[in-house]
């Protein structure tokens, strides 16, 4: 079955960085667009970026532009996010998800299980 | 810039129906997609494209479209059904973004 497991969360002091992964498995990766999405401790959902299939285009939540990076690796299956210059208000869950559309529409079908990230000094 | 607005929470009895809007205005010309969140647990998709249901998602969960308002409509609600609700939306008019409603706390009863 469609399986996404993300990695590489912990704690990380102010401005400090952190990379993210996300391994997929049971579906055709190189096909399909992902998301990272993120939620703060008893907050809603916050969209964080997406990556279109093949990596052309990648496209970013205005608090995290210049200091997030989208990427994936499709010979490798796994996504990944890496995360500089991080401030407090980035402690957060963050999920990886797969996005189903070919159009401009998205939507996020399924979603990992997270992994946390806390900045704090 | 672009916002979807949601009720903060929404009560109904077990049996009856429950209605939970969406409000933004790109909604007319962008698709919205419905997430169900327990606690504890990674979000799930309950409607996508307006009214599209996934396989796996019980028949009691709708969706519906009308102006700048989408609404998701929980028919005959279980105690199971009892959760956090967020619509998506996605704007491509500039840079492409996606926006999630601030979400809906679902008590029933």
């Known amino acids: 079955q469609v399986q996404l497991v993300e990695s590489g969360g912990g704690v990380v002091q102010p401005g400090g960085s952190l990379r993210l992964s996300c391994a997929a498995s049971?579906?055709?990766?190189?096909?399909?667009?992902m998301h990272w999405v993120r939620q703060a401790p008893g907050k809603g959902l916050d969209w964080v970026a997406f990556?279109?299939?093949?990596?052309?285009?990648?496209y970013y939540a205005d608090s995290v532009k210049g200091r997030f990076t989208i990427s994936r690796d499709n010979s490798k299956n796994t996504l990944y996010l890496q995360m500089n210059s991080l401030r407090a208000e980035d402690t957060a869950l963050y999920y990886c998800?797969?996005?189903?559309?070919?159009?401009?529409?998205?939507?996020?079908?399924?979603w990992g299980q997270g992994t946390l990230v806390t900045v704090s000094s | 810039s672009y916002e979807l607005t949601q009720p903060p929470s929404v009560s109904v009895s077990p049996g009856q129906t429950a209605r939970i809007t969406c409000s933004g205005d790109?909604?007319?010309?962008?698709?919205a997609s419905w997430y169900q969140q327990k606690p504890g647990q990674a979000p799930v998709l309950v409607i996508y494209?307006?009214?599209e249901r996934p396989s796996g998602i019980p028949e009691r969960f709708s969706g519906s479209s009308s102006g700048t308002t989408v609404t998701l409509t929980i028919s005959g609600v279980q105690a199971e059904d009892e959760a956090d609700y967020y619509c998506?939306?996605?704007?491509?008019?500039?840079?492409?973004?996606?926006?999630f409603g601030g979400g809906t706390k679902l008590t029933v009863l």
């Open positions: 494209k307006d009214s």
């Open positions: 790109a909604l007319p010309k962008q698709y």
């Open positions: 990556i279109r299939f093949d990596g052309s285009n990648k």
């Open positions: 049971g579906f055709a990766f190189s096909s399909y667009g």
């Open positions: 998800a797969k996005d189903p559309s070919t159009t401009v529409d998205s939507w996020f079908d399924p």
């Open positions: 998506q939306s996605a704007d491509s008019s500039g840079t492409y973004k996606v926006v």
